[in-house]
C-alpha cells in the first residue's frame, strides 16, 4: 500500500466515521464532540484497533485543535463577560477551586504523585457548557437570571483553566517544582506574557495596518492563522503547551477582528478539529491498566474522580450562588449547569496523556466524566427547572 | 521535542514561507501556486532541508489536493463547455496530441523506459490558464474570441488530461503493459467509471434526499468531502491515483451541487491545498542528479523537454487554430496563450515521482517548464495582443 492511499484511508475512516456518529449524537440531543470522541475509541485499540498510523490523524488534529483554541481566544468578548458581572466571576471560581482541590487530594490519596494530581485536578476544572445551554435554549429559559449566570460562569471558567492549564503543563514539563525550574517557568510566562502585550498592543495596527494591506484572496483568514500558530510553536518551544500560545494569540486579537473576519477560520476548524477529538479517543486503551493495577483499584479511582468532578461543580458553583442571594433550587440549578466537560478539559487530558505525566485509569475517568456528565445534565436541568 | 511542537513547527515553517512568497509572486503579477512551490524547494533539500518531517506536510498536503481536484470536477460546467464550443475542444487537443508525441519521443530518445516516457508526455499535456486569463482580462480581451477558445480549450485540456493520466498512472502502477495487467486496469477502469455513472444518476436523490437531511451544522459541506474522500481511497485501492477518484466524484456532482454550497469546501481547499504545492518543491532534490548522470546530458534532457512542452502546445494549438479559419497572428497567440503550466501537470509529476516512475531530472524539467512558461506567457501575450 503506498503512503498516499495509507494516509487518504486513515483519513477517511476517521472522517466518515466521526461524522455519522455526530449525526447520531445530535439527534440524541448530545454535543457533536462526543461522537467524534466515541469515533475515536471504537477505531483504536479499546474496541477495533483500525487505525494504522495514528500519526496521520495526529497531524492534522494538532492543526485543528491549534485553530480552534485560537478562535476560542479570539471569541472572548470582554464586554459581555463583564455585563454577566462579578457574580458569574465568583461562580466559576467556586466551582474550579472546589472541584481542584478535591481532585487533587483524592489523586494524592490514591498514592499519585503531585505532579499527575495537579493535572488530573487541572482536567476536571473546566466547565463545557454546550449540552446546558442546548437544555436551557429547549426550556425557553437561556435569558433567565439562572441561564446569565451559568453562561458568564463558563466564560469566566475557561479563562481559568487556561491559567492553571498554563502553570500545571510547565510544570509536568519540567518533571519536578525546583528551583531551576521555578526559574524556567516563570521565565517561559513572562516571556509569553509580554508577547501576548504587545500583540494586544499593537492588534490594530497589525491587523488594520499589516495584515489587510496583503494582496493574497485567503486575506485575512490565513494570516491570522499564522499569528495562533506562531504563537502556538512559540509557547510549546518555552516548555508551555502549544495551546496556551494560540489561546492568548486569539485574545490579543479579539477587540480588533470581528466575527465575520474570522467567520471562515471557524469553517476551517469546523472540518479538521474532529481530528483532534477522534484523536482523543484513539489516544484511551484501557487494556494496558488491566493486569497493571489491581481491578478493584482501578474502579475504585474511575468512580472517585468522577464524583469528586460532579460533586466539586455542584458544591463549589452551587455553594457560591447559595452564599449569594440565590434559593436553594436555584443554586443546585446552576451547580448541576456547570456540571458538563467536553471541552478544555480533553484537550488538556490529551496533552497530559502525551507529556506522560497521566496514567491511563484517569485518562479513562475524565473520558467517563464527560459521557457521565453530560447524559445526566439535561435530564436533572429539566427535573430542577420544570414543576 | 515532542510531537506536537515537531508537528506544528514543520507546518508553521510551511504557511509562513509559503504565504510570504506568494504575497511576493503575486505582486509580480503570477499565479500563488508558484509561491507555495518556491517556498517548498527553498524549504526542501535543494536549498536549505529544513523539514525535519516531510511526513507531516504529506499528509496535509494529499488531503488538500484531493479536495482541490474534487472541486475541479465540482466546478466543471458542461453548459458552458458547450457554449465554446467544438472549435475550443479541437484546439486543446491539438495542444495534448501533439505536446504528448513530442514528449513521448523525446523520452525515448533519451533512453527512458516506454513507462517513464508516458509519465513524462503526460504530464506535459495539460495547461493552466490561470496566468494567461490574468493578462488577458489586464488587457481586456477576455471576451474576445481568442479569450473564449482559450478558456474553453482549458477547460476541455482538463478532461483529457485526467483521462490520459488514468491510463497512464495504472500502467505505471502495475508496471508494465502486459496481458494480466491490461485485464486488471480495465477492471478498475470499468468499476470506478461504473460508480461514477451511479453517482451520477443519483447525484440528484443522494444530495437533496440524503445530504441535506443531515442534522449537522456544517451540511453539505462535510458529506461533499466524505464522497470525494472515499471516491479517492477507492480509485487509489484500485491502482489508478486517488486523483482520479477525486476528480469524478466531483464531476458526477457537479450538475445538482451549486456555487454557493460548495464555496465552504473551497475555503477549505485554500488553507490546506497550499501544503501540497510545497511538498512538490520539497520532492525536488536535484542534487542526487549530480554523478548519477553525465552534467550534459542532464542539461540537454531538461532543455529538450521544456522545449516540447513549449513547442507542442503552440504548434498543436496554434496549428489546430490556423487550419480553421484563424490568422497567423491570432493562431499564435492561442498557441502561446495555451503555454502555461502549474496545474494538474504538477500533481501528475508528483505522483510519478513517488510511483519511481520518474525520474529527478524529469521532475526538474517539469518544474523549470512551469516557471519559464508562467514567466514568459504575459511578456509575449502582451507583444501579440498590442500593437
Known amino acids: 500500500m503506498n503512503t498516499e492511499l495509507m494516509i487518504l484511508l486513515d483519513l477517511a475512516i476517521v472522517i466518515v466515521l466521526a461524522k455519522s456518529l455526530e449525526e447520531l449524537i445530535?439527534?440524541?440531543?448530545?454535543?457533536?464532540?462526543?461522537?467524534?470522541?466515541?469515533?475515536?475509541i471504537i477505531i483504536g485499540p479499546t474496541v477495533l484497533g483500525l487505525i494504522k498510523a495514528t500519526h496521520n490523524v495526529e497531524v492534522i488534529g494538532w492543526l485543528g485543535i491549534v485553530v480552534l483554541i485560537f478562535l476560542a481566544g479570539l471569541e472572548t468578548d470582554i464586554e459581555a463577560a463583564k455585563k454577566y458581572g462579578l457574580k458569574a466571576v465568583l461562580v466559576a471560581l467556586g466551582g474550579v477551586l472546589v472541584t481542584f482541590f478535591l481532585a487533587?487530594?483524592?489523586?494524592l490519596l490514591f498514592n499519585y504523585s503531585y505532579i499527575t494530581a495537579l493535572f488530573i485536578a487541572t482536567i476536571l476544572s473546566p466547565t463545557s457548557v454546550?449540552?446546558?445551554?442546548?437544555?436551557l435554549l429547549e426550556l425557553g429559559v437561556i435569558r433567565t437570571r439562572i441561564g446569565e449566570i451559568i453562561l458568564g460562569a463558563a466564560f469566566a471558567d475557561d479563562?481559568?483553566?487556561m491559567a492553571l492549564f498554563a502553570i500545571t503543563s510547565s510544570i509536568a514539563y519540567y518533571g519536578e517544582v525546583k528551583h531551576e525550574s521555578i526559574i524556567q517557568i516563570s521565565l517561559a510566562l513572562i516571556i509569553i506574557f509580554s508577547i501576548f502585550y504587545l500583540l494586544y498592543k499593537f492588534s490594530n495596527k497589525l491587523f488594520n495596518g499589516v495584515i489587510m494591506s496583503s494582496r493574497l484572496i485567503d486575506t485575512p483568514m490565513i494570516q491570522l492563522l499564522i499569528i495562533g500558530m506562531l504563537m502556538a510553536v512559540l509557547s510549546s518551544y518555552l516548555g508551555l503547551s502549544p495551546l496556551i500560545g494560540a489561546y492568548l494569540a486569539g485574545l490579543a486579537l479579539s477587540k480588533v477582528v470581528?466575527?465575520?473576519?474570522?467567520?471562515?477560520l471557524e469553517i476551517f476548524a469546523q472540518i479538521i478539529s474532529p481530528f483532534f477529538f477522534v484523536y482523543a479517543g484513539i489516544l484511551l486503551n484501557p487494556w494496558i491498566v488491566v493486569g497493571r493495577i489491581n481491578m478493584y483499584n482501578a474502579i475504585g479511582i474511575v468512580v472517585a474522580i468522577v464524583l469528586a468532578g460532579i460533586v466539586g461543580k455542584i458544591l463549589g458553583c452551587g455553594g457560591v450562588a447559595k452564599a449569594m442571594d440565590l434559593d436553594t433550587r436555584s443554586s443546585i440549578t446552576i451547580g448541576v449547569g456547570m456540571m458538563p466537560r467536553a471541552g478544555v478539559d480533553l484537550v488538556i487530558?490529551?496533552?497530559g496523556l502525551t507529556l506522560g505525566v497521566l496514567t491511563m485509569e484517569l485518562y479513562l475517568s475524565a473520558l467517563i466524566l464527560i459521557y457521565v456528565t453530560s447524559l445526566t445534565t439535561p435530564i436533572?436541568?429539566?427535573?430542577l427547572l420544570t414543576r
Not at 445530535?26 to 475515536?40: E, K, N, S
Not at 487533587?104 to 489523586?107: D, F, L, R
Not at 470581528?258 to 471562515?264: D, I, S
Request: glycine share 8%.
Open 26 to 40: 445530535v439527534r440524541l440531543g448530545q454535543p457533536p464532540i462526543l461522537g467524534d470522541l466515541l469515533a475515536g
Open 130 to 135: 454546550s449540552v446546558t445551554s442546548m437544555t
Open 159 to 161: 479563562v481559568m483553566a
Open 104 to 107: 487533587y487530594i483524592i489523586a
Open 258 to 264: 470581528k466575527e465575520r473576519t474570522y467567520r471562515f
Open 380 to 383: 436533572l436541568l429539566k427535573k
Open 349 to 351: 487530558a490529551v496533552v
